[in-house]
């Protein structure tokens, strides 16, 4: 055990030796394996990064989630120009789904309102705000919470009554350090009391917030906007009932629109139907192959790294021939010459990936700083990825030039070194 102590001291020593002595080629050799390492962590902290972030902001909602509107999240058969024609789902049909679809837990209708609106408050105004205009139930649905106040009931929904439930950020706009509940706005040119302040969400790079959204009832946005094709995108948000059969859920949620929108059998649906585990599904996707773009790209740096690891062993062999024969006339054994140069190799190796680690950690640092609340993530389990890659690339390179020292005579490596 004593020896082989003694053998990764004496090649640590060497491989700091080899850095030092040696400078220009070891850092020429290095190089390679760092930017790799670099390229390799930075990419799958990129990935683990955007996935965190898009898969926080979609947290708030069940993943049994079902989004049913004239568009699609993914790639679908139908033509563009096709879908381009269906007609929109309708307050009735969120209305007949909420009587008649089994298996139900919430169902709401939603009115995505495009290009924000501005909020007025006496003298001061917030614009640009994503309006929600939304059916009561969407508060359980998406699990929002309240700082202040509360959200609208079912009699104000269905009323369209004149209520505001305002984001963070919205709220400090209007009414800085208070909460403005019970005071009066103006949104779409109508007077409408202020009854809830959401919790701050923080700002996402991919993804929107909260907290520069305000909430009304959509009956209330309805008497604005009516349902003008393009004006507005309204959509049903609905979660089965927990336990609930998913596929099943989803065949009757179609067939009971196909009865109300009176499609023939054999006709395709006029609308489609999103499963937000689709949505997941997709993300998790599109990252795995961001991932293999990043590694295809990182593994050419690699390789250039590998043949720089083996060109600075070849060298140390032909530098160290002497005393590789001094070693084994001494009765040194072949594994002995062979462990030492591996041992170097992925010293050296591992020096390079340290370093492709530190710039990693340092542009995570300088990203987080210039990005807002968004969190670039180098994990602990990244960084062992990239020490063991590091560590394998040392040990793929270093194996040839390990085994010709390890096969050196000694007589003639002495007589070479000489």
């Known amino acids: 055990m004593l020896i082989y102590l003694r053998v990764l001291k004496e090649s640590f020593n ?19 394996v760092t930017i790799g390492i670099f390229s390799i ?7 683990d990064s955007l996935k965190k972030d898009i898969t926080g902001s979609l947290s708030s909602l069940d993943n049994s989630t079902v989004i049913v ?8 058969d139908v033509p563009r120009w096709k879908s381009q024609q269906f007609p929109d789902v309708t307050y009735e049909e969120y209305q007949n789904l909420k009587k008649s679809l089994p298996d139900l837990d919430e169902i709401s209708f939603v009115l995505g309102i495009p ?18 205009a939304v059916t009561h139930e969407y508060y359980d649905i998406e699990a929002m919470e309240l700082e202040e106040g509360r959200f609208f009931n079912e009699s104000e929904s269905v009323s369209g009554s004149g209520v505001v439930v305002l984001g963070h950020e919205v709220a400090q706009t209007l009414f800085g350090g208070s909460n403005g509940i019970g005071e009066e706005v103006r949104i779409f040119g109508r007077r409408a009391t202020v009854i809830g302040v959401l919790k701050k969400q923080g700002q996402s790079l991919f993804t929107g917030s909260r907290d520069g959204q305000a909430f009304v009832p959509a009956n209330f946005a309805r008497l604005v906007y009516g349902t003008t094709k393009g004006m507005v995108f309204p959509q049903l948000v609905m979660k089965p009932e927990s336990g609930a059969d998913s596929d099943e859920f989803i065949a009757l949620l179609e067939q009971n629109l196909r009865n109300m929108r009176g499609i023939k059998p054999g006709e395709i649906n006029n609308f489609f139907v999103n499963e937000l585990k689709g949505l997941t599904e997709f993300v998790d996707n599109i990252t795995g192959q961001l991932n293999v773009i990043g590694l295809v790209i990182s593994g050419f ?4 790294g590998g043949f720089g690891i083996a060109n600075i062993m070849f060298v140390s062999v032909k530098e160290r021939t002497n005393l590789i024969g001094i070693q084994k006339s001494l009765g040194a054994k072949n594994k002995f010459i062979l462990s030492q140069f591996l041992f170097e190799a992925v010293i050296l190796s591992v020096i390079g990936g340290l370093v492709g680690l530190f ?17 670039f993530v180098l994990s602990p389990y990244n960084m062992f990825i ?3 890659v590091s560590a394998v690339i040392g040990l793929v390179s270093g194996i040839i030039p390990a085994m010709s020292a390890s096969k050196l005579d000694p007589v003639e490596a002495i007589r070479t070194g000489m």
């Open 115 to 132: 290009g924000g609106a501005a909020i007025k408050y006496q003298d001061v105004t917030s614009s640009g705000v994503d309006i929600g």
């Open 301 to 304: 740096s690699l390789l250039v």
């Open 14 to 32: 060497f491989a700091i030796s080899a850095l030092t002595n040696n400078k220009l080629r070891t850092f020429l050799s290095l190089l390679g």
């Open 386 to 388: 990239g020490t063991l």
């Open 41 to 47: 962590i930075a990419v799958l902290a990129a990935v």
């Open 69 to 76: 509107m004239r568009f699609n999240f993914g790639p679908s």
């Open 359 to 375: 710039f990693v950690w340092l542009v995570s640092i300088v990203a987080s700083q210039f990005t807002g609340d968004f969190e």
